[in-house]
């Protein structure tokens, strides 16, 4: 699979509520390890999936609704929802390009001059990024006379990286695109994947793609939600049907290690809500200068156990306290419209601006007022559900993607 699919910030997709309800499956077993004994961290019942935005006649009539139980795995620490819905019916249509936040542009610039300075890349080098987006982070490198290689799926977003002469492959990511490219020679130095290996259900098979296609002396630069920020702050917006996985970098390091891999860097980052960037090279390879910071963030893991249950326990009971936080939330963006329940699925559901704006929100509640929570947002961009968009952005939909929402 299955989903390159978002580029930074996640998933910010648009995709309408689909048709017939999709095939959907309901693990009983960790997808890192296969152990079956995962252990539910929180059940939220059924949920409506948070990008399934409604046409107006659809507003009022039953909608499709899916599990959604957050687990963890006493076996390899992963955490995880249960439920697959097929990234087919998730990713069909984007609504985000990466290139309109200002935020994710600087931040993928910095990243981009350090990687070349840190790995001595040059125009003999090879970068790929998995789920590129619209070129938001391959320009850098192009711009740099650097070779660089997109995939992504949504051939609406491909289709600008290319025309702004970033080649791209409008294709899913997994072992099997991964071998196809490998046998025709492709190997790379360095390549990106942001927010995307939480989307992928296959989590071994895209780890394996990244191991095929990494040189000898290659680097993965990952960047996936940290499950410890999620946690610790509370974020019980950031978790939905389109996010499966929630890494440590315990879990992370275990999973890697299954496809012949190490972490040499790890950084977290503020982005999204609460980030980690790790560097994953091949075991034992030619490159295994492990930073000292992938020890210090270790250890602070194992401080605070983050590889047992114990640390998610209480996670499950702040829930209860998720309707406070909501009224204040109401109280400073003006909020009027809907229950309670349904606030909170909005703010559940990672709900962007734009998504309000068409007040066709999962859920069927309409009519939720928009103004004063750009208000507050231009004043706190974290105050509204942890998102980071600018007002560009909001209004930076896409005609086709889009329509619905208008
Ligand atoms: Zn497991």
Redesign the pocket.
Known sequence: MTSTLCSPPASRRASPEPKARPARRTRAA??????KR?KTILDFGPMPLANAFRTADQIGRPESRYPLVLAF??????VQITETIPARTLFERYLYYSSTSDTVLDASRELVERTIRERGLTAASHVLEIASNDGYLLQFYAARGIPALGIEPARNIARKARERGIPTLGRFFGRELAARLARDGFQADVIHANNVLAHAEDVHGFLAGIKMLLKPDGAGVIEVPYVKTLVERLEFDTIYHEHIFYFSLASLERLAAAQGMEITGAEPLAIHGGSLRVTLSHAGGMRRDISEQVSILKREEERLGVASFDFYAPFAGQRNHAPEFLRNWQRHSGFRRGSQSGKARALHSGHQPADLRAGKAPGGHAGLRLAPQLELRRRDPRAAGGVQKTRREIHSTDSGAAGDLK
């Not at 960790?30 to 152990?35: A, D, F, L, P």
């Not at 795995?73 to 992963?78: F, H, I, N, Q």
């Open positions: 960790c997808r890192g390890c296969g152990g995962l795995c006493p076996g390899c620490s992963l």
